[in-house]
């Protein structure tokens, strides 16, 4: 085998890699969301609720921050 | 001590917005002279009578436009909002910690000098010679110095948050800082020639502050377009990306429509652009196989890139009156869809075949403006029209003026890329037109004739655009003066603007 056809392989083979990885991504995104692990989507209201005065989305804890 | 409640602080946010306006309006004036003097080549030596002929010709000026939008207005718009943004989205106000303060006011006035050394030198034709990365050692440190104290007031203000997780803004912020660190660091290691000698042995060559790029050949044309690409990616996309997230939610009242989707996005976002500038390279010196890479992932990027543009519009989903109702929804909507525009026409240009006819031609110009002037200018000019009654604590001086001034700019807009795809594939398919012998058919001469009416539209375009950002600035400056008071209650979502 020589090294163009060696390249070929490693090229085919990187982007069948990268497909199972985001296609692996997506599936965690939905599934984490259906079984009730996570729900992204309140992220979206930190935009909306951004006065100093509103409730975090998800509150730092003390513990956390020492 | 008085006890007042706690407020966001928009001190930096402040002197940011008013370089974003001075250098966006110095960057487009220039931009205008420039289309003038290719149409009408005279006016390159207009000032010829009073021996000033260096300072007005295409080639003195044309670094000062690209960097002045680039590093002048973009950046500055970047760093508006970042300190409006950040504060906002992590809930912590810049007022409760003196360091940030202190480092914010510090990042504001080094750029301020770096934005004089830059112009000074750029007009006295002290120059690197590369694209974009222009600037001389000395300001490359400085510029370096400017970039570390945004990391530390990004990281600084995520240190002390209140909100547990970072909204999909802050990921594009974070992402624009260190893609631009890596790049620059990167592309402008530089020698300076003091420090070099000669086969002859002469030492000392050159100014003090001349340098000479570390990459010579092929490698300094590759390092130098994974610079000047990703300049693009990290400066004209993610910190927009940043800005749309954030302000048309807000300005709508509706969330982001899929959260994951944004992160999706993001991902693929950071993944794919970062191979892509081998497209500038195609039919040129560099490997075949880079080559090939840099146009699969060009049009790869479609993807990532009409994630985020198509998760902002169905955003709207339900409440496209607003587009109707407000111009500053209309400009955060037609600069999404420019985005969508541009990150297909790039890719299309990325194609070999394609790129035959469009590479050097007008057609690449066409593309970088209408990505420029729809996606970043629109997005930032709206940007600044949602914070100034926040920061100010008025109302938008007049709701008519923004209108006027969104199809003003959008007729610019249009002007300026249709002239430059007519006059770009005019122009590849002249240079590339030949006899049954192989003679060629045009000398380059036939094709700058041919140009002529285009590059003149070109011109017109700009002006338009130019006139569009005055009445911006104006209306900014009459919102910060004279505008109505605005209480708290009014500020929620769509922003209070006078008829």
Same mark, same amino acid.
């Given at each position: 085998m020589d090294i163009f056809q060696l390249q070929g392989y490693a090229y085919f083979g990187l982007v069948a890699f990268m497909v199972v990885i985001l296609y692996s991504y997506i599936y965690h995104l939905y599934s984490s969301e259906k079984k009730g692990i996570k729900d992204f989507e309140k992220y979206g209201n930190m935009a909306l609720k951004d006065e100093i005065t509103d409730t975090p989305v998800e509150k730092i804890s003390k513990d956390e921050k020492n | 001590m008085e006890n007042r409640p706690l407020e966001?602080?928009?001190?930096?946010?402040?002197?940011?917005?008013?370089?974003?306006?001075?250098?966006?309006?110095?960057?487009?004036?220039?931009?205008?002279?420039?289309?003038?003097?290719?149409?009408?080549?005279?006016?390159?030596?207009?000032?010829?009578?009073?021996?000033?002929?260096?300072?007005?010709?295409? /080639?003195?000026?044309?670094?000062? %436009?690209?960097?002045?939008v680039v590093f002048g207005f973009t950046l500055s718009g970047i760093w508006a909002t970042w300190y409006y943004v950040g504060q906002r989205v992590l809930k912590v106000s810049m007022a409760e910690s003196k360091v940030l303060m202190f480092l914010g006011k510090l990042h504001f006035f080094l750029y301020l000098l770096v934005v004089v050394a830059v112009v000074g030198s750029l007009f006295l034709g002290i120059t690197t010679s590369k694209e974009y990365a222009e600037f001389e050692w000395p300001i490359d440190i400085a510029v370096v110095l400017v970039?570390?104290?945004?990391?530390l007031g990004i990281f600084g203000l995520i240190g002390i948050r209140r909100e547990r997780s970072l909204y999909i803004s802050v990921w594009y912020y974070i992402a624009s800082f260190l893609g631009i660190a890596m790049l620059y660091l990167f592309n402008n290691m530089e020698i300076p020639t003091m420090l070099a000698a000669s086969p002859a042995g002469e030492t000392g060559i050159g100014a003090w502050y001349h340098s000479i790029s570390m990459y010579s050949g092929t490698n300094d044309a590759l390092v130098?377009?994974?610079?000047? %690409?990703?300049?693009?990616?990290?400066?004209?996309?993610?910190?927009?990306?940043?800005?749309?997230?954030?302000?048309?939610?807000?300005?709508?009242?509706?969330?982001?429509?899929?959260?994951?989707?944004?992160?999706? /996005?993001?991902?693929?976002?950071?993944?794919?652009?970062?191979?892509?500038?081998?497209? %500038?390279?195609?039919?040129?010196?560099?490997?075949?196989?880079?080559?090939?890479?840099?146009?699969?992932?060009?049009?790869?990027?479609?993807?990532?890139?009409?994630?985020?543009?198509?998760?902002?519009?169905?955003?709207m989903k339900g409440e496209w009156q607003q587009v109707a109702t407000s111009p500053l929804i209309k400009f955060m909507v037609l600069g999404s869809t420019f985005y969508m525009f541009s990150t297909l026409e790039g890719p299309i240009q990325a194609i070999k075949s394609v790129n035959a006819i469009a590479h050097f031609t007008d057609w690449i110009v066409g593309h970088v403006h209408d990505g420029v002037l729809g996606w970043v200018g629109f997005m930032i000019m709206a940007a600044l029209f949602h914070m100034a009654p926040r920061v100010f604590k008025k109302e938008i001086y007049s709701k008519s003026l923004m209108g006027t001034q969104f199809w003003i700019q959008t007729l610019g807009i249009v002007l300026y890329f249709t002239s430059m795809w007519i006059a770009g594939i005019t122009q590849g398919m002249m240079w590339r037109a030949h006899d049954e012998y192989g003679n060629l058919a045009y000398s380059f001469i036939d094709?700058?004739?041919?140009? %002529?009416?285009?590059?003149?539209?070109r011109a017109v375009g700009g002006a338009l655009y130019l006139i569009g950002f005055f009445m911006f600035a104006y209306n900014i400056y009459k919102t910060m003066t004279s505008g109505r008071r605005v209480e708290e209650s009014e500020l929620q979502n769509a922003s209070p603007m006078a008829a």
């Open positions: - | 966001y602080d928009y001190t930096v946010a402040k002197m940011f917005m008013l370089t974003t306006v001075l250098l966006g309006a110095v960057g487009m004036l220039i931009g205008v002279i420039l289309a003038t003097e290719l149409a009408f080549p005279g006016v390159n030596t207009i000032l010829g009578g009073l021996g000033l002929n260096e300072f007005t010709n295409f /080639s003195r000026l044309r670094p000062l %436009h690209t960097d002045a970039w570390v104290l945004w990391g130098q377009w994974w610079y000047g %690409h990703n300049a693009v990616a990290f400066g004209f996309t993610v910190p927009i990306v940043a800005m749309i997230y954030y302000f048309l939610p807000k300005e709508s009242g509706q969330a982001v429509y899929s959260y994951k989707l944004s992160l999706l /996005s993001f991902w693929g976002l950071m993944f794919v652009y970062l191979w892509a500038g081998g497209h %500038h390279l195609l039919f040129s010196t560099v490997p075949d196989w880079m080559q090939t890479m840099g146009s699969v992932f060009s049009v790869v990027l479609i993807l990532p890139s009409w994630g985020s543009a198509i998760n902002m519009l169905l955003t094709t700058v004739t041919a140009l %002529h009416p285009y590059y003149t539209i």
